[in-house]
C-alpha cells in the first residue's frame, strides 16, 4: 500500500480513547446508516484504535480497518486480534479484493488530496457497492480555529498560524467531486454538532493537544501549552456553557454508490 504525505499530526493514543471517546461514540450512529450485512466485505476507513471496526465485524466477519497512524493500528491489534488492521493512508490505498461498502468516520477531512480519496473510495468498490461516510463540513470548528491562529499571530509563530491541516468541503463542492467520479450519491446532510468535551477544567486544551498538533510544529512544549491555555481562555465567552465546554463541531453526512 503506498503512502501519500499529508500534514504532520501526532496521535496521542491514550489521550483519544480516555478524553475523545466521542468521536467513535458519535460514529455508532454511522453504523446504523450503513447497515452492515453478514455476508458483506467491509472497508473501515481511517479506522482509528478500531473501536467502531469491531462493532461492524460484529454484523460481518469479513471488515478491515485501515489508518494511517502506526500507533492507532498497534492499539486496534492489541484490542481486537480477531480483525484485520492496516497501516495505510486514506488518501491512497488498494486492495485486490474489492469492498461491498466504504465506512468512514472522522477521517476524510484529514485528507487533502480529497480528488485522490475519492477516486481510490470508487475504485476500490464492488459495482453496487456503497459509500458511508461523516467527516468535518465546511466551517467545521471554525470558532477554535480562528482563535488558535489569532493567538499563534499574536505570539510570534506566523507560519504555524498559516498551517491548514484539514479539508472541510461544502456539501455541493464534495457532492460534485462524488459525481464527476461515477458516484451517484443518495444522502448528504451537513449539520452542526456541537460536541461536549470531557474535562471542565482543561476541555479545549486538550482538544488542541490531540488534533491540532499540526499547528505546534518547532514549537517547544511550554510555548505549545501557553499557547493552547490563551486560546482556552480567549474562546471561554462561546465555548463554556452549563460548566461544560464544547467544540463547535459541523458534520457532513454522505451516502453514494457506485452503479
Known sequence: MKIMRQVA???????YNSKHAFVFDYGRSLID????????RILDLGCGS?????????????????????????????????????????GDFSFKAPFDAIFSN????????????IENMYANLKK??????????????????QALRHVLSEK???????????????IGEYTHALEHYGFRVT???????PTALVDSETGIVDWLMMFA??????MEEDEVLDVAKEVQNQLRPELFKSGKWYADYRRIRIIAHKD
Open 9 to 15: 499530526q501526532d496521535w496521542n493514543v491514550e489521550l
Open 187 to 193: 444522502f448528504a446532510h451537513l449539520y452542526d454538532r
Open 106 to 117: 472522522a477521517t476524510l477531512h484529514w485528507v487533502l488530496q480529497s480528488d485522490q480519496a
Open 128 to 145: 453496487g457497492g456503497r459509500i458511508v461516510l461523516e467527516f468535518g463540513g465546511k466551517d467545521n470548528i471554525k470558532t477554535i480555529i
Open 156 to 170: 510570534g509563530f506566523e507560519k504555524q498560524a498559516r498551517v491548514t491541516p484539514w479539508f472541510f468541503p461544502s
Open 33 to 40: 446508516a450503513l447497515q452492515p450485512q453478514s455476508h458483506e
Open 50 to 90: 478500531g473501536i467502531l471496526t469491531k462493532e461492524i465485524a460484529d454484523s460481518t466477519g469479513n471488515v478491515i480497518g485501515v489508518d494511517k497512524s502506526a500507533d492507532m493500528i498497534a492499539s486496534a491489534r492489541a484490542s481486537f486480534p480477531e480483525i484485520s488492521f492496516e497501516i495505510g493512508d486514506v
Open 213 to 218: 498538533t499540526a499547528f505546534f510544529e518547532g
